[in-house]
């Protein structure tokens, strides 16, 4: 990878990644709808709407990988959701075949499969369960990858990142959590390594807790650092302060689940 294109850069991921892939290729793009204000001088960034495809595909010309952070990150409303995660990511994805890019390493989330029980041990095989419509457009992106990659010979690594912070912040959290240098290691194994040409990877660091095979990443030779163990006085302290939530206590996706729900008794999967 010589050129790496890096979309979402304003949001709190593609904040962190601008101080952690410094360095690592030769050349790196920045890109957000907006100018982060704390921009680096030394970085190169490119202001694009992902929803406009002509400004898109002018911004993955001559890059060799993408990825894709863009779009909203959390639950909106149909009409948000629509433009940036779902028109978004199509341009992303037909934009990187019309100029040959190599790689794309999509951002998806474990809301895509929000709806399966904590009580279930899931890999990436499972049909998915979104639990939201930002759980459905990361769903989305991933069945999009899987065509890009089957039909045009694109090198797609779909990574269902959990809770990406410094530290996992409660119960939940403990399972899913991923600390930034795991995730940086896992979009690595997507932009070079040899062997890849479809996968999912769960993004979560080495959880005790966790509800996640993640078979396929470690194949790949990803080994997380990050242990949410290590934090878990700190997290299960933390969750004494929450309100019981049923819905949301019972489904991985948590307040993603409960959020707008309205079917009569429940929770029902398992
Ligand atoms: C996500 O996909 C979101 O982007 C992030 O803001 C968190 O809500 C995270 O999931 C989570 O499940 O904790």
């Known amino acids: 990878m010589r050129t790496v294109l890096v979309t979402g850069a304003a949001g709190g991921i593609g904040t962190r990644l ?30 694009a709407d992902l929803a406009d495809l002509a400004q ?37 994805f037909e934009a990187a075949r019309r100029k040959k890019v190599q790689r794309v390493v999509f951002a998806s989330s474990n809301h895509a499969v929000g709806f399966y029980p904590r009580q ?40 269902r990142i959990g809770n990406f912070a410094d530290a996992p912040a409660d119960l939940r959290r403990l399972a899913i959590w ?8 896992l979009v690595r194994i997507g932009l070079d390594h040899p062997d890849l040409h479809y996968e999912i990877f769960f993004g979560a660091s080495h959880n005790e807790r966790s509800w996640w095979d993640n078979e396929a990443a470690y194949r790949y030779g990803y080994r997380p650092s990050g242990c949410g163990e ?20 019972w489904y991985q996706g948590g307040p993603f689940c409960s959020d707008e729900y309205d079917s009569d008794g429940g929770p029902f999967a398992v």
């Open 18 to 47: 601008r101080m952690l892939l410094d360095g690592v290729y030769q050349r790196i793009i920045w890109s957000d709808i907006r100018k982060p204000d704390d921009l680096a001088g030394h970085h190169d960034f490119a202001q």
């Open 56 to 92: 898109v595909e002018k911004l993955v010309d001559g890059v060799d990988g993408v990825v894709h952070l863009g779009g909203e990150s959390i639950e909106q409303s149909w009409e948000r959701i629509l433009r940036a995660n779902i028109i978004g990511c199509y341009n992303l």
């Open 120 to 159: 279930r041990r899931i890999g990436t095989d499972e049909p998915v369960r979104p639990d939201s419509r930002y759980g459905v457009s990361k769903a989305f992106g991933e069945a999009l990858g899987a065509l890009y990659a089957y039909k045009h010979g694109l090198r797609v690594t779909c990574i």
């Open 178 to 185: 991923i600390g930034p240098e795991d995730l940086v290691q």
């Open 230 to 249: 290590d934090f878990a006085a700190e997290a299960l302290a933390a969750q004494k302060m929450l309100a019981p939530d049923q819905i949301g206590d």
